[in-house]
């Protein structure tokens, strides 16, 4: 029987020598790049979105898939500024004789500054005319 082991010492294994701390007084690790957003790992969350008509001067992009449009009723309190509210399915019949009762198609939009928002446009009424 024999063995290949050695009863020997054991060999020393050196430990890395500490880094130097960082002189915190120091102007260069004090310094922020540019970008120091994207350093910091934050993202910007967008957490409402507005639904408004943009303003005559300004130029929107849109999205004209299915995915990015809806056909849907609201009521339509204008004496508060044009607030709009969303109806339920359930409730349109009891409110179909309402003149506050309109359907509108809201699509997805974006300005050049890259600001989201939702545009409700007005869709003809039963009779053709668009009430506008």
Known sequence: MST????GP?????????????????PEA??????FAANLGV???LTTVPV??????SWVRVRPGPEYTLDTAF???RDE??????????LRAALVDEPCLVVKR?????????????????LPRNDGRLDA
């Open 106 to 122: 809201l699509v997805v939009a974006i300005d050049p500054r890259g600001t989201l928002f939702v545009w409700p446009l007005n």
């Open 43 to 45: 993202k910007e969350v």
């Open 75 to 77: 009521v339509e309190l």
């Open 30 to 35: 004090l310094r922020v790049s540019q970008d």
């Open 81 to 90: 500024g044009s607030e709009l509210y969303l109806v339920a399915p359930a």
């Open 10 to 26: 054991s060999p020393v294994v050196s430990a890395p020598a500490p880094a130097p701390a960082p002189d915190p007084f120091s």
């Open 4 to 7: 290949d082991a050695s009863f």
């Open 52 to 57: 408004r008509k943009p303003t005559r001067s």
